[in-house]
């Protein structure tokens, strides 16, 4: 059994902060409790280039997959982790980081 317990404060940085808490379903135990700011981050990043692979990349011609630019929008939490899995993932001919 698992719990996620997430505090956001957009005004605030990093914005979202918690604690996932891991039970045993068998005698209610409590197992582990991590930091869901981490587990969120690559969750997320990972739900988002599976959702992209899924949607565009499999429809793109080779010569889009040679031109493609990955811009990221704002480099806190989420614009790190989404940077790490999609450089990991796939190759880009340009990377673009935007923040304020
Ligand atoms: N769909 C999902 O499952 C999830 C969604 N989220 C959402 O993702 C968003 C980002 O979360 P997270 O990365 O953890 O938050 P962070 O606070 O770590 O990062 C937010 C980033 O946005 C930047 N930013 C804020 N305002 C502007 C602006 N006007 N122009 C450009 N950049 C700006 C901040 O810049 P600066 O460093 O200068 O302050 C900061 O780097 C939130 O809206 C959150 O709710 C988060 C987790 C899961
Ligand atoms: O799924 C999630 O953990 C979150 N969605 C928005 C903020 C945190």
Redesign the pocket.
Known sequence: MCV?T?T?FPESSPA?D?AVSLFNSNNGRLLLIAD?KEI?AR??ATASFLATQLLAFKKWKNEQKENAILTILGCGVQGRAHLDVFTQLFKWNKVKKKKR
């Open positions: 996620k997430i956001s979202i918690g869901a969120t969750r997320t």
